[in-house]
């Protein structure tokens, strides 16, 4: 049960009534906490390069780098000979297995990530990975794998040869960001940028459990957005996230990315400007605004644009360093949640050097639908102290947490309206370089965040990489 009463603890073994007698005190729900239970090694000498400012098996957008299926975790990473590996183990065991899966990535290009998602219809494993505006490897294991962790022995020849394709299908040459979601009905879909940074359309392909589908494309790289400082007439979607909530509604969060440089107040800064949210109630075949307005069908000839009313529920010009891809969750009643990131007005109008202004002077926000309807944001008054991004999570009880640049957790509670927010944990002893991956799908299974780091180096020098686990409220 979600809730817990002090009514229960009082008259077990008494008989009770179907409700609480008028008066009866509930007990209230626990605000955000972290544990510690412990941290396990996948790789003492992981690859270590930095590119873009982060390293590749360490960027937060990766959507899934550490997952929970059926009571095993999964990871997956490239070794120091440049192997992509995917490791497995019980959850709370202290040992991983891993299998190389027999593909060696290929430049020192932080993008390039591996990411991982289950479909549910034939228990297979799928990788997308080593992918920056041009072609992908595709692998996927025998049906069955994830389905009979235990019986099934984890090994190379549980996994299909890479493939240029997704069984023959094949997407687009400029190909970016893999991101698999599993439909509530147990397809496994797949959202991909096509085309290049500041000149992209987002696109959906779905696995049935048999064949693969291409949905198409259903953002818009067209239209002018003019800012005080000039015009640009192309641009990318980059989103936060793409996730379904208990409901089977689609959220995705996201900001612009404009082509054309002279949108901004000076050079050194980056073109991203306003957050924007949509949803889908049909598996991402069509697209609405926050009113519920139809902005866009995918594959169709209308597409979500920079034009579109009611799209932005956070205006940010582009002279503050706007973060691209951060992060999104959904609460227990299936309000969207998001951290954004930015440096704030009140430390100047116009950043001329988006590294060490965010590093100087960036913070990061929680934006979310609240009860009422509305938008809502706190600031969380920890400085990022970093460029790179912030993940969001929410626990049972809806409590909020950001896993913070080196591997800091802060939290707010939902009693507080989310307004609360304080340091939680602050990284000691970690070493950890920057942005983190974090397991999204194990806090529903058994209320354990597992963060997914690697340890600071320098040059080419390889690293440790870690999973640390914490207990959240039970």
């Known amino acids: 049960m979600r809730r817990r009463t002090l009514l229960g603890a009082a008259l077990a073994g008494a008989v009770t009534t179907p409700a609480l007698a008028a008066g009866t005190a509930r007990a209230a729900d626990p605000g955000p906490s972290v544990t510690r239970t412990g941290t396990t090694t996948l790789d003492s000498r992981a690859i270590f390069f930095v590119s873009y400012d982060g390293l590749v098996n360490n960027n937060s957008f990766q959507k899934n780098g550490l997952l929970t299926y059926r009571g095993h975790q999964y990871a997956a990473w490239y070794t120091a000979d440049r192997s992509a590996v995917v490791g497995r183990r019980a959850l709370g065991g202290g040992t991983w297995s891993t299998v190389k899966v027999g593909h060696t990535l290929r430049y020192d290009d932080s993008h390039n990530v591996i990411s991982m998602g289950v479909s549910r219809a034939d228990g297979r494993l799928h990788l997308n990975m080593d992918s920056h505006s041009d072609g992908f490897t595709y692998v996927k294991s025998v049906a069955g794998l994830m389905d009979d962790p235990s019986g099934l022995s984890w090994t190379a020849s549980r996994f299909g040869a890479p493939q240029s394709t997704l069984d023959g299908l094949a ?15 147990g397809r496994l879909q797949l959202s991909y940028r096509a085309g290049v940074s500041g000149n992209g359309r987002n696109a959906l392909a779905e696995y049935d459990g048999t064949r693969w589908t291409a949905l198409g494309e259903w953002s818009a790289a067209t239209g002018t957005y003019t800012s005080e400082h000039g015009s640009s007439t192309a641009r990318n979607m980059y989103l936060h996230g793409i996730d379904y909530d208990r409901g089977g509604r689609l959220h995705a969060f996201f900001t612009w990315r ?13 073109t991203n400007h306003d957050t924007g949210y949509v949803h889908s109630d049909d598996r991402g075949r069509t697209w609405r605004n926050d009113a519920g307005t139809v902005v866009g069908t995918t594959g169709g000839s209308d597409k979500v644009a920079v034009s579109d009313a009611g799209l932005v529920v956070d205006a940010l010009g582009p002279d503050h360093s706007l973060m691209n891809q951060e992060s999104q969750a959904t609460d227990s009643a299936g309000r969207p949640h998001a951290i954004i990131s930015y440096v704030p007005g009140r430390f100047g109008q116009c950043t001329t050097d988006y590294v060490a202004d965010r590093t ?10 609240n009860a009422s309807g509305t938008w809502q944001k706190t600031e969380i008054p920890i400085p990022l102290n970093s460029s790179q991004r912030t993940r969001l999570i929410l626990d049972r009880y809806d409590n909020a947490y950001a896993i913070l640049p080196f591997g800091r ?10 307004t609360d927010w304080k340091l939680l944990f602050d990284g000691a002893g970690l070493n950890a370089f920057g942005e983190v991956v974090v397991d999204e799908t194990r806090i529903g299974q058994d209320g354990v965040l597992s963060v997914l780091y690697q340890e600071k180096s320098s040059g080419t020098t390889p690293s440790a990489l870690h999973v640390v686990d914490f207990r959240l409220p039970a």
Do not use: D, W
Not at 258 to 268: D, R, S, Y
């Open 409 to 418: 957790i802060a939290g707010a509670s939902k009693a507080s309206g989310h």
């Open 258 to 270: 404009e082509q054309n440089g002279a949108v901004m107040c000076g050079g050194g800064g980056i």
């Open 171 to 185: 997407l687009t040459s400029q190909f970016t960001y893999p991101q698999f979601v599993s439909t509530p009905e």
């Open 360 to 369: 100087a002077n960036g913070r990061a926000f929680h934006l979310r639908k």
